[in-house]
T-cell receptor
Framework: DTGVSQNPRHKITKRGQNVTFRCDPI?????LYWYRQTLGQGPEFLTY????????KSRLLSDRFSAERPKGSFSTLEIQRTEQGDSAMYLC???????????????FGPGTRLLVL | SQQGEEDPQALSIQEGENATMNCSYK?????LQWYRQNSGRGLVHLIL?????REKHSGRLRVTLDTSKKSSSLLITASRAADTASYFC???????????????FGKGTKLTVNP
């Protein structure tokens, strides 16, 4: 039984560089979510995919952020021109659901911790 | 913005003691969930309680929900050092498309269980 996996687990980068994170959801889950968690806070929603379609984006997701889920399986989150304020834990979660049935429990990966110097 | 607010922010107890954490939220809910996060790691789902339930048990965990007060509590009985973690309550807010929901978390309670 494989859960949600994320790579890399840690990333240190210099301000202005681009970074990309990957999330592999649980295989039968068609819904995928990205959250961001800063120190001392709970996770905050960034964006949501149903299959390959990105259906919702938070206002936290500035123009420097882009997320994809090209084949409805794994997803990538890219941050361009990183800033120190981007330093956070980026969490991915997945669940299964249709418009007729929604599973409430989201299963989280271990996260990618980003540090921008 | 944070929906749930946990109380206390930090809690330190001895192994074997019970730990109680509280969560308050602002809007009406269909369910409330509790998650655990070990230091620097992802979140692990602990328990979900629906709005028509008042109490739910899972092993050493007991969750209560009072929708009239918009509050929930998580009780961990006979705590162990391995229970040391941050605990978050989460409520679901509907997304505009796709029939899904996002989870809205509080800031969490940091629990330390001393051996």
């Amino acid at each position: 039984d494989t859960g949600v996996s994320q790579n890399p687990r840690h990333k240190i980068t210099k301000r202005g560089q681009n970074v990309t994170f990957r999330c592999d959801p649980i295989s039968e889950h068609n819904r995928l979510y990205w959250y961001r968690q800063t120190l001392g806070q709970g996770p905050e929603f960034l964006t949501y995919f149903q299959n390959e379609a990105q259906l919702e984006k938070s206002r936290l997701l500035s123009d420097r952020f882009s997320a994809e889920r090209p084949k409805g399986s794994f997803s990538t989150l890219e941050i361009q021109r990183t800033e120190q304020g981007d330093s956070a834990m980026y969490l991915c979660a997945s669940t299964e659901g249709t418009i007729y049935l929604s599973r409430e429990t989201q299963y989280f990966g271990p996260g990618t911790r980003l540090l921008v110097l | 913005s944070q929906q749930g607010e946990e109380d206390p922010q930090a809690l330190s107890i001895q192994e074997g003691e019970n730990a109680t954490m509280n969560c308050s939220y602002k809007t009406s809910i269909n369910n409330l969930q509790w998650y655990r996060q070990n230091s620097g790691r992802g979140l692990v789902h602990l328990i979900l309680i629906r709005s028509n339930e008042r109490e739910k048990h899972s092993g050493r965990l007991r969750v209560t929900l009072d929708t009239s007060k918009k509050s929930s509590s998580l009780l961990i009985t006979a705590s162990r050092a391995a229970d040391t973690a941050s605990y978050f309550c989460a409520t679901a807010a509907p997304l505009t498309q796709g029939g899904s929901e996002k989870l809205v978390f509080g800031k969490g309670t940091k629990l330390t269980v001393n051996p």
